[in-house]
């Protein structure tokens, strides 16, 4: 099916790797070719995107990369960053800040069963083509090694959250999520053999193959941003990490157990629910918004998560749109508070995010959504041959540099796996 999908310039596939997280939407979703779309930066995007809405009550596909910031939390920018003629930091990936697009073809992908919807084609035809396409096997395939570089030193990155942390005790901010960027300049990749290979090292609920003209993303997130269901709004924000022990079944509950009773995790975690409480108060009903779950920790692959679920409910009126202008970028990835924390990104950041710790899901033809926080995904431009991934981590004054630059290699751990073989 991918392999018949990518043949389009737009293409989005979907997949919760057979998980059933709580509020479980779709098992698979793919869009693919264009009816209609926006791609836009940071200004007018957002209402851009209403004006697409408007216009197709129908479903839409794409994504909300970071530098949207700039329309939802207005800061002023550092001056000292390399930036385009139209003044915006340079991405070399290239992602816009936002693109949707209401697609050709949508095909829903169930145990047992196979749903399509087309715009101008016969469904049989479609199903007909995708049994017809040969399927990608990626064992045995050799791929070149890939070396990539840091944009920090490990000595640049210690430094840097040491200087965080004075900002912290000085009240700048409560926490600030600190990223870093990895990248390889002149490397060719398949990205479908690159991206089955990243899902079976690194299964996630919220996983994505994505294909925008010559720019990939290839994501195993583990996280949702953001849900409607009904008048129901729903977030569930990830903030504590502990790695998984493999083989060693006592050590790997062990480690589980003390990521739950962890005070600096449940420190971050209840820092960032606080953040999308106030976020999700903006816009739901008075007295509406809640923790339904709090400090629950989740196995994946490489890593236990501490993830909280917070809720709301919308008044008649009140969409996507207002919902992004409320909560975006999220907590998880900024801090608290958001408007001071996003200016310190900007300062002390040397990578523009791009469509790291962005979002990319759907909207569906009755106005419910689903989107995820783009993380531990791989982000490749085929023209320009680059490919890069980023990892970051919340630091709170109490936060030890040096393991905080080891938590974001554990969370690298699926990508460097998928990309060399190893663990």
């Not at 479908?192 to 925008?212: E, G």
């Not at 993380?375 to 041959?385: G, T």
């Not at 080891?406 to 190893?422: S, V, W």
Request: charged fraction near 25%; aromatic fraction near 10%.
């Amino acid at each position: 099916m991918l392999n018949w999908a990518s043949r389009f310039n737009i293409c989005v596939f979907l997949d919760n790797q057979h998980y059933q997280p709580p509020f479980h939407g779709f098992d698979n979703l793919l869009a693919a070719g264009v009816v209609d779309s926006v791609q836009a930066s940071a200004g007018q995007a957002l209402e851009e995107l209403r004006d697409l809405m408007s216009r197709h009550h129908d479903w839409l596909f794409g994504h909300f990369g970071y530098d949207l910031v700039k329309e939802t939390e207005p800061f002023e920018e550092a001056r000292d960053k390399p930036r385009d003629a139209a003044g915006r930091r340079i991405s070399p990936v290239g992602f816009p800040d936002l693109y949707f697009f209401v697609p050709e073809v949508v095909i829903e992908l169930k145990e047992d069963r196979i749903n399509i919807g087309s715009r101008g084609q016969d469904p049989a035809v479609i199903l007909k083509e995708i049994l017809e396409m040969p399927g990608e096997d990626v064992a045995g395939k050799k791929r070149e090694e890939i070396i990539f570089q840091p944009v920090l030193s490990r000595g640049e990155y210690i430094d840097t959250v040491e200087a965080l942390r004075r900002h912290i005790l000085r009240g700048d901010c409560y926490e600030i999520n600190f990223c870093q960027e990895f990248f390889s300049r002149d490397v060719t990749i398949d990205p479908l053999q690159t991206w089955s290979s990243l899902s079976q090292a690194s299964p996630n609920p919220f996983s994505a193959y994505y294909k925008v003209d010559d720019k990939y993303l290839l994501c195993a997130s583990p996280e949702r941003y953001l849900k409607r269901e009904g008048n129901m709004l729903i977030s569930q924000p990830i903030k504590g990490t502990a790695a998984r022990v493999p083989g060693n079944a006592r050590e790997d509950e062990a480690a589980g157990a003390r990521l739950q009773t962890s005070a600096k995790d449940r420190s971050e975690n209840v820092m960032v629910v606080d953040l999308v409480r106030n976020d999700l108060s903006k816009i739901c009903l008075p007295g509406s918004v809640r923790v339904k779950e709090l400090f629950g920790v989740y196995g994946f692959p490489q890593v236990y998560q501490m993830i909280s679920t917070v809720e709301g409910e919308l008044p008649s009126g009140i969409g996507l749109i207002e919902a992004i202008k409320a909560s975006f970028p999220m907590g998880s990835m900024t801090g608290a508070p958001k408007k001071r924390v996003v200016e310190l990104i900007d300062r002390y950041e040397r990578s523009s995010r791009g469509l790291f710790s962005g979002a990319l899901g759907y909207i569906t033809p009755d106005g419910n959504f689903d989107f995820n926080v783009i993380i531990r995904s791989l982000f490749y431009n085929q023209v320009r041959r680059y490919l890069s991934y980023q990892v970051g981590s919340g630091i709170t004054f109490y936060s030890n540099a040096e393991q905080e630059y080891e938590e974001c290699l554990i969370k690298a751990a699926g990508i460097r796996k998928a990309l060399t073989g190893l663990s």
